[in-house]
Every structure is written in C-alpha cells, then in structure tokens.
C-alpha cells in the first residue's frame, strides 16, 4: 500500500522559508510525477508545484519566482523550498503522487492517486 508522509511544516513570520518534504512507502519504482497541493480554510484544495520523473516542472502563478519543487528520485522523495512566504501561504499542504504517465494537468487534482495526510503551514504578518 502507498504511503505518503509529509513533513517540515510550522509557523514562520511573513519573509520567511520553510522546507516541506515528502516521502513515499510502498512503492518501490519512480512515480511518474509528484506534486504538492495546499488547502487553506474555506478554500478548495490548489495545486502549487509539481514534477515529473523527468524533470518537467509546473508551477502555480502564486508560487513562481518564491517556491521550487524538487525531488530525490533514487528515493522518491520530494521537496517544497518556500521563500518569502507571505500570510497567504498559511494553509494545509498535501503530497500526491501518479506512479503511471499519461498526465495532462500537472495541477490537477484528479491528475493524482495517492495523497499525504497534510502538513500545517502558518505564516504570520
């Protein structure tokens, strides 16, 4: 069974940066493509960044030039560099992944079959 468990969530003053990390079990080849989604409070869940097995990126408008998504393929294991955070960015932020190819929307969510739990980010001004 799939797993995805998120970490380096926290609290940070506005200007700051965290990293998120994502690592998956149970699944022993590459995933074709990994991503992180965020949900802040009476909000629908977002894409923000996503990557594909071969190096392909997409970015959502609000995390260009401030995020970069990267990952450690030999392991699967994904990363969210956030820069110059702003209290806009406080929400719950989701790993997925897609083991197959065939994604058209790298933003979707329906692009993706299995999910992380979450991992908290608040930002304060």
């Known amino acids: 069974q799939v797993q995805l468990v998120e970490s380096g969530g926290g609290s940070v003053q506005a200007g700051g940066s965290l990293r998120l990390s994502c690592v998956p079990s149970g699944y022993k080849y590459n995933m074709a493509c990994m991503a992180w989604f965020r949900q802040a409070p009476g909000k629908e869940r977002e894409g923000v960044a996503a990557l594909g097995r071969l190096g392909t990126t997409e970015y959502a408008d609000s995390a260009k030039g401030r995020f970069t998504i990267s990952r450690i393929n030999a392991k699967n294991t994904l990363h969210l560099e956030m820069a110059s955070l702003k209290p806009e960015d406080s929400a719950v932020y989701y790993c997925?992944?897609?083991?197959?190819?065939?994604?058209?929307?790298?933003?979707?969510?329906?692009?993706?079959?299995?999910w992380g739990q979450g991992t908290q980010v608040t930002v304060s001004s």
């Open positions: 997925a992944a897609r083991p197959k190819w065939g994604i058209s929307n790298y933003l979707a969510q329906a692009s993706y079959n299995y």
